[in-house]
């Protein structure tokens, strides 16, 4: 995406360069639901927000990418959907079922050289586990040696700048921003490798099991982990000036040092425009009479 999207907890604003340089925006009103009370409810919040909040970052997508080639395609219902489902399909077979794959392997190795000891899964579960944490990183890794990744991840930067310089009370402009940190705590990324972790501890918990369980349990669990995950990041970056609470988040920033780079000033110019356009709607909303 050549450009920044802001959310907040009325609107959410899409600030785009253009290829004649003009900075571009595009607002819309949350409804649906964000609106609901399946919003508010605690576990279940954090599955139904983050699924919108990958069919608001799909649709942005398009939208920024409309606006380089100058076409005109809508991705939205049913073809949005069938998109983000095969999405994660992808992603739960290559992160979750691969590894618990190999992990079972292991299990199984282990019993057949040495078959009185007791199978107690710990090694499978271990070794599954830091398959799957190498395979988020390395990938991670990877596509950022794209270029319009690494473009992609630098706008990223200009994001947390701008917020970082907000929530400090920073005039919002590129020479002020620009002074501010990469990380923030209430990164989505961060999101991930809290995913990737929590199911270190669930599955080791589980024990050994067949392996059409191993399997189906890795697939089945990944919305409990996903609802954990995120009440586990709301509450940290909520008291995320704690110095125990500050060791607990360090795994996230330092996951930031894969998904932020230095952005340059038209990034931060559009990045300022977009979160400004968010605050105006967020101000205009909350003034408006209910």
Known sequence: M?????RGAHAVSAAMRAP????????EKLTGIYKTKLARVPFLRGLVVLWDALGLGSRFLVISANLQTGEDEKIEGVQLT???????VVAALLFFALPAGIG?????????NAPEKANTG????????????????????GIGKVPDIARFFAYHGAEHKTINAFEAGAELTPESVARFPLYHPRCGTGFVLIVVLFSVLLFTLLGPLPFFWRLTTRILFIPVLAMLAYEYMRWTANHSQNPIVRVLIWP????QRLTTKEPTRPMLEVSIAAFQSMLEQETNTSTQPS
Not at 2 to 6: A, D, F, I, K, Q
Not at 82 to 88: G, K, P
């Open 2 to 6: 050549e450009g920044v999207l802001m």
């Open 20 to 27: 004649n340089g003009e900075i571009v925006l595009h607002t």
């Open 82 to 88: 069938l998109t983000l489902l095969f999405s994660f």
């Open 104 to 112: 079972y392997l292991a299990d199984h190795s282990i019993l057949t």
């Open 122 to 141: 710990i090694v499978g579960n271990l070794l599954e586990g830091i398959l799957r944490l190498l395979l988020v990183i390395g990938y991670i890794w």
């Open 252 to 255: 996230n920033l330092a996951m």
